[in-house]
């Protein structure tokens, strides 16, 4: 599978769809607070699991960091 992630082209192999919780998981996205996007549509953490990828499909990963 072929997506563009986080504006550079990836490719995962073996796999053709998988959740943004997987792709979380196989990228090694540690960072507590992270914003999500498929496609440019918002993914809320609470439905990661459910939200398919799909070859060609563009994603976003973004940490979040707050401080003063």
């Known amino acids: ?9 990836e490719e995962i192999t ?3 769809e998988l959740s943004v919780q997987e792709l979380i ?3 090694n ?20 699991a459910n939200a398919i990828i799909k070859d060609g499909d563009n994603v976003v990963v973004m940490h ?3 401080g003063g």
Do not use: A
């Open 1 to 9: 599978m072929q997506i563009t992630l986080n504006n550079r082209p």
């Open 29 to 48: 996205f540690t960072f507590h607070m992270l914003v999500t996007k498929i496609n440019d549509k918002l993914v809320k953490k609470e439905v990661r």
């Open 14 to 16: 073996g796999i053709t």
């Open 25 to 27: 998981k196989i990228k």
């Open 64 to 66: 979040l960091i707050s």
